[in-house]
């Protein structure tokens, strides 16, 4: 099935994303299991053909395209089975930068994010505080001299690499939500700010999250995300569709990726005289899963031009986010119990798209508080 946001221009640079994710993604999966994080020449190579910022103006140093050429990207990144190359929270960073941040910090920030020369992370999550974001602690205090971060922040995604974090803090811990600031906090030669371990998962084991420590870490004035104190809150809301939306563009990937190992596997597996195809329970779970994927895939091609037209908004990415995580541990589950026993050996993609998977529906805000947003809107 063909989405209705492609076009043959962006069928030609899905071409060359395939390209390049088979050759530059693909063949280093394991090693990057084993070191547990990705090459930094990838995030070099990627910038070089344009594959960071898709979607950002080229006036910043972007590629000039719509979301339709990042989901492209993110698509193919999910079909080839890629979960350790951390684009998607890079790009994340970067929609903040282009809609709150000042021009002289887009202009500062945005080219470095598109050529890879700067990885960038997000720092929500705290040991005490995940979902809950007005239970953060690290504080940013103001100084003649620029800010003082303190506090930690654990589950960073990209924490390992990052040049660039996008720090939630309070700039004023008695104003609740309206005392949270996004800092823009950059690693190098800051030492005040140190990484800790890279965190050990069931899934996504060549994705580096870590512990971050911040012990009076320097942030310049300048550098309070759109130069106003207090913002922060706002902004974390106002680019959240951005995010759940990405997460289901991903999930639906991976349907179809599912989806198809097994129908692979259900032709060429014979079981008690017969391919397993031929078997009514393999029939008739694959027809299920088909459909609920043609669902899926069509809810999230709507949501993709809902972005792109500036039109989606918090519930329906919460429902995308939600519906779509849920289903995509569903149907990979249902299709490893078709794998048999081979579905529990790692060296078959299915066994690790379902610990990967897991955690879809946790990170980008828990499925649970998506049901709560959507329940808001009754």
């Keep these: 099935m063909t ?19 088979a050759h530059e993604v693909v063949p280093h999966q394991q090693r990057w299991r084993e070191q547990r994080h990705v090459d930094r020449a990838l995030w070099n190579k990627a910038g070089e053909l344009g594959l960071l910022l898709a979607d950002v103006p080229d006036d910043f140093g972007g590629s000039g395209g719509t979301f339709a050429h990042q989901a492209v990207v993110f698509e193919e990144l999910a079909l080839a089975g890629d979960t350790a190359f951390g684009l998607h929270v890079h790009a994340i960073v970067a929609h903040y930068l282009l809609h709150h941040g000042t021009e ?13 020369d700067m990885i960038a992370a997000i720092a929500m999550s705290e040991p005490g505080a995940g979902s809950d974001l007005k239970g953060i602690r690290t504080t940013a205090v103001r100084t003649d001299r620029g800010y003082r971060l303190n506090g930690s922040k654990t589950f960073i995604s990209n924490g390992y690499l990052a040049d660039l974090i996008l720090v939630v803090a309070k700039t004023d811990p ?3 939500a309206k005392g949270i600031s996004l800092m823009l906090l950059e690693t190098r030669d800051n030492p005040g700010f140190r990484v800790g371990r890279i965190l050990e998962k069931m899934g996504q084991k060549g994705q580096d999250t870590c512990e971050l420590f911040f012990d009076d870490a ?12 207090g913002q922060g809150f706002a902004q974390l809301m106002a680019e959240l569709p951005y995010e759940r939306t990405i997460v289901g563009v991903a999930g639906v990937a991976c349907i179809e990726r599912a989806l198809e190992l097994t129908v692979t596997h259900a032709k ?17 779970v694959l027809a299920e899963c088909k459909t609920e994927a043609t669902v899926a895939r069509a809810f999230i ?7 792109i037209a500036g039109r989606m908004d918090t519930v329906r990415a919460s429902m995308a986010k939600y519906w779509i995580t849920d289903l995509q541990c569903k149907i990979v589950d249902q299709c490893l119990q078709l794998f048999g026993g081979y579905g529990y050996m790692l060296e078959y993609p299915i066994t690790q798209m379902y ?3 897991r955690v879809q529906r946790i990170y980008g805000g828990a499925n649970e508080i998506m049901k709560e947003i959507i329940a808001r809107s009754l």
């Design 104 to 116: 002289d910090q887009k202009y500062k920030y945005l080219p470095r994010l598109a050529s890879g």
């Design 301 to 307: 091609d709507r949501c993709i031009e809902d972005l």
């Design 218 to 229: 320097a942030v310049p004035l300048a550098n309070v995300l759109g130069g106003v104190e």
């Design 3 to 21: 989405s209705p946001w492609m076009t043959p221009e962006l069928d030609t640079f899905r071409d060359a994303v395939r390209r390049f994710v």
């Design 174 to 176: 008695a104003a609740g």
């Design 355 to 357: 610990l990967d998977a």
């Design 268 to 284: 060429e597996r014979r079981a008690f005289g017969q391919a397993l195809i031929d078997m009514q329970n393999t029939r008739f």
